[in-house]
């Protein structure tokens, strides 16, 4: 079972970190990827923001949403924005 | 409307030409032939124009007034000939409902007839000496030189007379003056950008004055870029800037963004951005693009010819489909948080211009939280499947499901060539492609080279088309963004050369 979880950070950016309350977690998860880990805070956080939208980065850098999850990363959550 | 006149100025006779029930207000400027100038005694002034580019030009700028002024009827007469002290040389009136046009639109008149008529005059002064002013800069002469202008700014070792000289010869468009473009184009104009041009079609609302600091409450309803030019060319009469009413399109944008030393991305939509972004890598042209959410903004450079655009930081999604998202233009925002983005992205235009760029801002996103003042860097790497910039995903042209046939020839060269592997391709068109102002050197450089501006996308096409062909440019990048561009249409044996210019000893002399 310590196999299956790993400790990761999120970082959320714009309308996420509105909706999620916070600009930063650090929790404990099964995800394997971050399209999990999105689906676990959407269902634990209410997050309302549609994942196909979404970009992600894993340790400052762009990934993708099937990228594989490691203990000790930090998972930031960007949606589109255009303001002007 | 404007005329030329050589005879006295009968100024009741325009105002009542100017009456209209619906008119509020009437407000009139007077320029006089005064006695004195520089600080010297004027005994008369004689003023000459070219009579058929002067009507042109006046017509021009009074229709641009009434344009960006509605409801104001213009109406500009200037004298040509002898004056004596006291006379009237130049009438502007304009009738509006309301006074507030009238005063702005009275104002841009004689400040673009000052600027834009082509008018001299001939000063003289006691003792029978005469000499011909120009009307254009008579009002910044004396108080102002790029010398002491700028006196603090050059003197910093980064910039230096070098880097000011450099910065008068850049030519930066920034697209969407609101709340990015209003402090971006502002600092581009005192830093000295020689030549700014500034697009939007958009008129001033009460709702932007909060965070659009080039309009003022008496701005409303006026065009945006008809208010903020002036406004630049007050902040600094050194540089030249144009407005341009209107809308980017597909039809426009690459004839907008050609030539530029930097282009800036201030809109507040996707259709725009990618529109933008894929024109400026067609183009050669770096862009530096910003957007904001409320208290958080984010930063892009795109390099051309670079891998990492666009394309790969949205992985192939469309525009259509980011606009979907929610909130993201068009709500709530904290005015300083488009202020700094704004100032950011015209510092990297500067920087730019000035090769002050770190490389790796080239490569990465740069997220603003003014809410913690924090900063935040995502490296933006090559998506594999970009259509766009990806070196082995040639075939495939955006928006296209079905990539089409790959006309590639069989041989093994690689889209950038090394210089010497040019002479196992057999034999091969060298294409030399030219910035503005750049001329090739006929002295040294090799038998057979055509130079075609960078501009000439067709005549490249046309060129490239016929064979194998070598495109190269001062270093490189550009030649390797066009290739690409080619041969994702569809054009098989062309290749960019490594290195540009310098790497074969072409001669370019810059003009
Ligand atoms: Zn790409």
């Given at each position: 079972?310590?196999?299956?979880?790993?400790?990761?950070?999120?970082?959320?950016?714009?309308?996420?970190?509105?909706?999620?309350?916070?600009?930063?977690?650090?929790?404990?998860?099964?995800?394997?990827?971050?399209?999990?880990?999105?689906?676990?805070?959407?269902?634990?956080?209410?997050?309302?923001?549609?994942?196909?939208?979404?970009?992600?980065?894993?340790n400052e850098r762009y990934a993708t949403m099937e990228t594989p999850l490691s203990t000790g990363d930090r998972v930031v959550f960007i949606p589109p924005v255009a303001g002007g | 409307m404007f005329?030329?006149?050589?005879?006295?100025?009968?100024?009741?006779?325009?105002?009542?030409?100017?009456?209209?029930?619906?008119?509020?207000?009437?407000?009139?400027?007077?320029?006089?032939?005064?006695?004195?100038?520089?600080?010297?005694?004027?005994?008369?002034?004689?003023?000459?124009?070219?009579?058929?580019?002067?009507?042109?030009?006046?017509?021009?700028?009074?229709?641009?007034?009434?344009?960006?002024?509605?409801g104001c009827t213009v109406l500009c007469v200037h004298r040509t000939g002898s004056l004596a002290i006291g006379e009237l040389a130049v009438w502007i009136g304009v009738a509006s409902p309301h006074r507030h046009g009238a005063f702005l639109a009275c104002r841009q008149v004689i400040e673009e007839i000052k600027r834009r008529l082509p008018v001299w005059k001939k000063e003289h002064h006691p003792g029978n000496i005469a000499e011909w002013v120009n009307c254009t800069t008579e009002s910044t002469a004396g108080r102002l030189s790029p010398g002491n202008y700028y006196e603090r700014q050059a003197s910093l070792p980064e910039v230096g007379a070098s880097g000011q000289a450099a910065l008068a010869a850049a030519s930066v468009l920034v697209v969407?003056?609101?709340?990015?473009?209003?402090?971006?184009?502002?600092?581009?104009?005192?830093?000295?950008?020689?030549?700014?041009?500034?697009?939007?079609?958009?008129?001033?609302?009460?709702?932007?004055?909060?965070?659009?600091?080039?309009f003022t409450a008496d701005d409303v309803g006026a065009a945006k870029v008809s208010v903020a030019a002036a406004r630049l060319r007050m902040h600094n009469p050194l540089v030249q800037v144009e407005a341009r009413d209107a809308d980017v399109t597909p039809g426009n944008v690459l004839a907008l963004v050609a030539g530029r030393t930097a282009v800036l991305d201030c809109t507040d939509?996707?259709?725009?951005?990618?529109?933008?972004?894929?024109?400026?890598?067609?183009?050669?042209?770096?862009?530096?693009?910003?957007?904001?959410?409320?208290?958080?903004?984010?930063?892009?450079?795109?390099?051309?010819?670079?891998?990492?655009?666009?394309?790969?930081?949205?992985?192939?999604?469309?525009?259509?489909?980011?606009?979907?998202?929610?909130?993201?233009?068009?709500?709530?925002?904290?005015?300083?948080?488009?202020?700094?983005?704004?100032?950011?992205?015209?510092?990297?235009?500067?920087?730019?211009?000035?090769?002050?760029?770190?490389p790796i801002d080239f490569k990465q996103t740069r997220l603003i939280n003014l809410l913690d003042a924090s900063s935040y860097g995502i490296e933006r790497p090559a998506d594999p499947a970009c259509p766009v910039c990806g070196l082995a995903q040639q075939t495939e042209t955006p928006g296209d499901a079905a990539p089409p046939p790959r006309s590639e020839s069989s041989d093994d060269f690689p889209l950038i060539l090394q210089p010497q592997d040019i002479a196992a391709l057999g034999p091969v068109q060298m294409i030399a492609l030219l910035e503005a102002g750049e001329a090739l050197d006929a002295a040294t450089a090799p038998a057979g080279a055509i130079a075609v501006p960078m501009v000439d996308l067709i005549r490249i096409r046309e060129l490239a088309g016929k064979g194998p062909a070598i495109l190269a440019c001062r270093r490189g990048l550009r030649s390797a963004?066009?290739?690409?561009?080619?041969?994702?249409?569809?054009?098989?044996?062309?290749?960019?050369?490594?290195?540009?210019?310098?790497?074969?000893r072409i001669g370019v002399i810059s003009a």
């Open positions: 079972m310590a196999d299956s979880t790993r400790q990761v950070q999120v970082k959320f950016f714009a309308v996420l970190r509105e909706q999620a309350g916070v600009s930063t977690l650090d929790c404990a998860t099964a995800a394997r990827t971050p399209a999990e880990l999105y689906r676990e805070l959407q269902a634990g956080r209410g997050l309302q923001f549609p994942a196909d939208l979404l970009r992600v980065a894993i | 005329e030329l006149t050589d005879q006295p100025i009968d100024s009741a006779a325009l105002r009542a030409r100017l009456e209209r029930p619906e008119a509020g207000a009437c407000v009139v400027f007077e320029g006089w032939v005064r006695n004195h100038h520089g600080g010297r005694p004027v005994t008369q002034l004689d003023y000459e124009a070219f009579d058929e580019l002067a009507r042109i030009e006046g017509d021009a700028i009074t229709a641009e007034a009434e344009e960006a002024h509605p969407g003056i609101g709340g990015l473009g209003c402090p971006a184009a502002l600092y581009l104009a005192t830093s000295g950008v020689g030549r700014l041009t500034l697009v939007d079609a958009g008129r001033v609302e009460v709702s932007n004055l909060h965070r659009q600091i080039l939509n996707f259709a725009t951005r990618f529109l933008l972004h894929d024109a400026c890598r067609q183009a050669g042209v770096p862009l530096v693009q910003a957007a904001v959410y409320r208290f958080e903004g984010e930063l892009n450079l795109f390099e051309p010819g670079a891998q990492g655009c666009l394309h790969c930081l949205w992985s192939g999604r469309k525009p259509a489909q980011l606009e979907t998202a929610p909130n993201c233009s068009g709500g709530p925002v904290f005015a300083p948080a488009v202020g700094v983005l704004g100032i950011m992205q015209a510092a990297e235009a500067l920087k730019l211009i000035l090769r002050l760029t770190d963004a066009l290739a690409r561009l080619l041969r994702i249409e569809g054009v098989g044996r062309v290749y960019a050369l490594a290195g540009g210019l310098g790497a074969i």
